[in-house]
């Protein structure tokens, strides 16, 4: 069955990065796009970017461009978000999805930003 | 970059009856539209994808229409389980935008 399972909770300072994983199994991981959303405590969803697994082509929401980075590794069917100069409104769960629709999502990964 | 626009925000209902929430986007998404249902502490769920394509295993009560910039989501008879947030996002475009959410309450 389709799995994307994600790296655990994190902790970090300001002005620090995150890099979260995302590994999926039960299908092709070149095939499909991953997208990254990620969801403050009461907040609703916000879109973060998207990644082609098979060409590596990504695409970045204008909010956090010079900030994030989306990358793989076909080999482990693993994709990473890499987000810097964290700040206290980073503090949200970051989840991974598969495909333009979302049909399958990571568990979430909670970045928690406090010095 | 496209904005979607959902309504309600809280949507106030009781057990058996029929729901809809709509979407507006800023520009015309064609049928590239999800609706994605979501309880506390869990990922989002699709539910509709293409507009009104229903996604395996969501029950039939849900349903989506829509083209262009206006989308709505039903629920024809709501049920103890679909209190939840919903959320549309389209992804027409590379730049893909949520709507700001519904929350489905008990009346």
């Known amino acids: 069955q389709v799995q994307l399972v994600q790296s655990g909770a994190e902790v970090k300072k300001p002005g620090a990065s995150v890099k979260v994983s995302c590994k999926a199994s039960g299908y092709t991981f070149t095939s499909y796009d991953i997208n990254w959303v990620r969801q403050a405590t009461g907040q609703g969803l916000e879109w973060m970017g998207w990644m082609n697994p098979n060409s590596g082509n990504t695409g970045y929401a204008q909010k956090f461009q010079g900030r994030v980075t989306m990358t793989r590794n076909t080999s482990i069917s693993t994709a990473y978000m890499e987000l810097s100069s964290l700040r206290s409104e980073d503090t949200a769960v970051y989840y991974c999805?598969?495909?333009?629709?979302?049909?399958?999502w990571g568990q979430g990964t909670l970045v928690t930003v406090s010095s | 970059d496209i904005q979607m626009t959902q309504s309600p925000s809280t949507l106030s209902a009781s057990v058996g009856d029929r729901v809809t929430i709509t979407c507006r986007a800023s520009q015309s998404i064609s049928s590239w539209l999800a609706w994605y249902q979501q309880k506390p502490g869990k990922a989002p769920k699709l539910l509709i994808y293409k507009a009104s394509s229903l996604e395996s295993g969501v029950p039939s009560r849900f349903s989506g229409s829509g083209s262009g910039t206006e989308f709505t989501l039903t629920i024809s008879s709501l049920q103890p389980d679909d209190f939840a947030t919903y959320y549309c996002q389209q992804y027409n475009s590379y730049w893909r935008t949520f709507g700001q959410g519904t929350k489905v309450e008990i009346k």
């Open positions: 999805a598969r495909g333009a629709s979302g049909s399958y």
